[in-house]
């Protein structure tokens, strides 16, 4: 048998699933190549490339005369996006896979899921090693992978050469003393007997992080492992003559990843829960991705020390075994008939001395529901180590592979695990000594701005500021990108459209008229697309759609699922603040509320967009002010709400007179707006150079519990958005309106009213009756009536709405939205959900995927399209 025999073996039985799958239904390929990810067979230089880091590929000669490839990502996303020099002296983690496996196991997901870039943009240069016999170290300096020599090695042999020579290297090469060392699974097997060996090496480790850790093996549980190991299956791969186990091959690459997984992930998710243990918390849509390098090989004299481990329940050297002849009760054994003796000079291989390792100091994060690192194996491992050796001991509901595959181990795992790194890392060398920025030049308008300053002075200008460039490595690189910029960076086209109101303002709205996949391919967008039209609420903008990562994000995802997705932009924000007439210099440009929203800016865009993608209908989904103009707008006009085949309400908003929000509430009911107006301020809370610089990029990197406090304070309680990333969301929110559409948010607080802005009215009052002019009643004047007129919500019997609630809301109170549903007519309502978030979890929340956009697609697909 060929030395790929074993591959063959492995996969011929899945192969023929697939292949099956193709031949009975081979109309379906079609289907399953659209359910194909973009990153499905990238190496690892691909994906990291197309997340968008620079990386060096290195090559490394064991003492033995194998050689190994190391991937180095020594820039951050900004650094690499920037084409900037990495920062110097950056302190070094080493990253080490598990078995069958490869560095690409700490790439293979997102930005913010994938350990290797959350290191690399927490300032660190990031090191991932491969062992001999994977895809990516298949070298030798005499031997090619068709001789015999080259696969005798186990991971004994990795302990010996490979790790001392890439740490040594690495520390080498970046003139670093010290690096912190990550092992998954073999990957820490192999560093329990290297440092067990040399303690030499080991003081060079300042923390080994040790993921689903592996030395005992006698009680997995895997029954797919157990049943190789105890039927002595690599006995027979070893009788046989085949001595490399499982690369990955064609088969994998071509069917199984590319066919078989796209079209039936769960079948795929569910093989691998078999060998490793039961989880919920891998991606089953990307498992395509994972297979696509995984597995990539090894030797078989490698799966065969680990069969001798679970047969034997020991941790000690490959045992070449021993044929010897007992008289009176003496073994009598030759060299020739016992290898043991030959290599050890002893029958049995000796242990690995795990009580010799008191460097280096090392945390264990392990898995209740791992099978193969099981909570009995690891406790014989702990009860060998010293006691001082283990800092921190971590267990979570994981398997064995979530804890690099988990699309959630950034939260469960890493945010500790780089704690842990951080702390045993010297402060001077991690932080640096780069000198505070000078403070951007003051707004044209710094009444707010003042305020504001005064604010970040006392968050920020905190007695601690020599941590300042530890706040600078904790920055996401996310920080400070405007809604086209993160777009780009998550690999979408983005259009930019100019939409002229009939009032002559000048709105933007942002398209994204391409799916991931076809924006990375280059390919044009699929015809005839539904358009998804997404206004955002106040002090806002498009941005707010796009602020998360591509499964968190309602625009990505709707692009994706092949929707036409236009953002819009209203009067006043951030990148709506151009008119015909006015600059924003002139107080006519900010003579505008939420009415005039409603009133010009919601049709004007509708109509561009139906205008531009050839549509006859569109969905629309409004958050916070956005359903507040949509409730003006379509009630004003019945013919534009025809046009909306459904309108997903997120947080509606029409009466306000039941918000329990503190700042607004209060801001409100001190006439703070009117102050605003006395002091001749017209703009609210423009986005500007103090809040990107300082508020976002500082103040709530380093304190996001402050910030995100602050916000709850405003929306409601919540513990649905990732605190990591308010500064991110920070620097581009507030977005900016005119302080004249604050006071009519303020006016419904205090009145309890949805209606027309109200100028007010001066009367003198005779025998009960108002005696008022126009001269002095300027509602009067705008109205014809001395109050202003409320909206006719009862006219709005289109379009379909749909009211997605949150329970935490101090905005969009239960008692105001029950009064929006009274004055509702009977039929408009076709959905009702309320989940439990605050105001600015249904945009900002990293679960609201789950608990609302699902809901939310689910409706208007079934709706799409349709007339009334």
Partial sequence: MTRRGLTLLLTLSVALLAIASTTLVRAETEVAEANIDPDDSLTVMEIVQRRGYYIEEHKVTTSDNYILTMYRLPKTYVESQLNASAAANKPAVYLIH?????????????????????????????WLGNNRGTTWSNQHVTYTTDDDEYWAFSWQEMAIYDMPAMINYVLDTSGRSTLSYVGHSEGTMQAFA??????????????????????????????????????????????????????????IQGILAKYACAFVDEACDSIINALTGPSDNVNTTRVQVYVSQTPAGTSVKNMAHFAQGIRDNTFRYYDYGCSCLQALGINLCSKLICKNKAVYGAFEPPNFDLSAIKYPRMGLYTGSNDWLATSTDIDQLRASLTDATILTDQSVEYNHLDFTWGYNANELIYQDLLTQVAKFISKSALFGTRPIQA???????????????????????????????????????????????????????????????????????????????????????????????????????????????????????????????????????????????YTTANDKFWDFTWEDMGNYDLPAMIKYALRISGRSTLSYIGHSEGTTQAFVGFSNDQELAKSVSYFGALTPVAWTGAATSPILVTMAKTYIDSWFQVFGVNEFSANNAILQGILGKYACAWAGVVCDGFIDLIGGPSDNINASRVHVYVTQTPAGSSVKNMAHYAQGIRD?????????????????????????????????????????????????????????????????????????????????????????????????????????????????????
């Fill in 98 to 126: 598990g078995l069958l496996d490869s560095s690409f196991t700490y790439v293979c997901n997102f930005r913010n899921q994938s350990l290797a870039f959350i290191l690399a943009d927490a300032g660190y240069d990031v």
């Fill in 194 to 251: 290297g440092f067990s060996l040399d303690q030499d090496l080991a003081k060079k480790v300042s923390y080994f992080g040790a993921l689903a850790p592996v030395a005992y093996l006698g009680h997995i549980t895997s029954p797919i492992f157990e049943l190789m190991a105890k039927t002595y299956l690599d006995v027979l791969f070893t009788i046989l003559g085949v001595g490399a186990f499982w690369e990955t091959n064609w088969l």
């Fill in 439 to 581: 403070l951007p030049a003051m707004p044209p308008h710094p009444f707010q701005e003042i305020l504001l300053l005064l604010l970040c002075v006392t968050v920020f200008l905190h007695p601690a500021l020599a941590v300042q460039a530890e706040v600078e490595a904790a920055v996401d690189p996310d920080a400070g990108l405007d809604t086209t910029q993160i777009i780009q960076a998550r690999g979408y086209v983005v259009e930019t459209h100019k939409v002229t109101t009939s009032d002559r303002y000048v709105l933007t709205m942002h398209r994204l008229p391409k799916s991931y996949a076809e924006s990375q391919s280059g390919t044009a967008a699929a015809a005839n697309k539904p358009v998804v039209y997404m206004q955002h609420g106040l002090l806002d903008s498009s941005y707010t759609w796009v602020l998360n990562y591509r499964n968190q994000s309602l625009a990505f995802i709707l692009a994706d699922l092949g929707y036409d997705v236009w953002l819009g932009n209203n009067r006043g924000n951030t990148w709506s603040k151009e008119h015909l007439d």
């Fill in 752 to 868: 309890n009213t949805f209606a027309s802005y109200d100028y007010g009215c001066s009367c003198l009052r005779v025998l009960g009756i108002s005696l008022c002019s126009t001269l002095i009643c300027e509602n009067k004047v705008k109205y014809g009536s001395f109050d202003p007129p409320a909206f006719a919500i009862g006219n709005m019997v289109y379009p379909r709405t749909g009211f997605y609630n949150g329970a935490q809301d101090t905005l969009a109170t239960k008692t105001d939205i029950n009064k929006l549903r009274a004055g509702l007519p009977d039929d408009t309502i076709v959905y009702d959900k309320t989940i439990d978030f605050g105001h600015i979890d249904f945009t900002w929340g990293h679960n609201a995927h789950a608990n609302v956009y699902d809901d939310l697609i689910s409706q208007i697909q079934l709706y799409e399209g349709k007339s009334y």
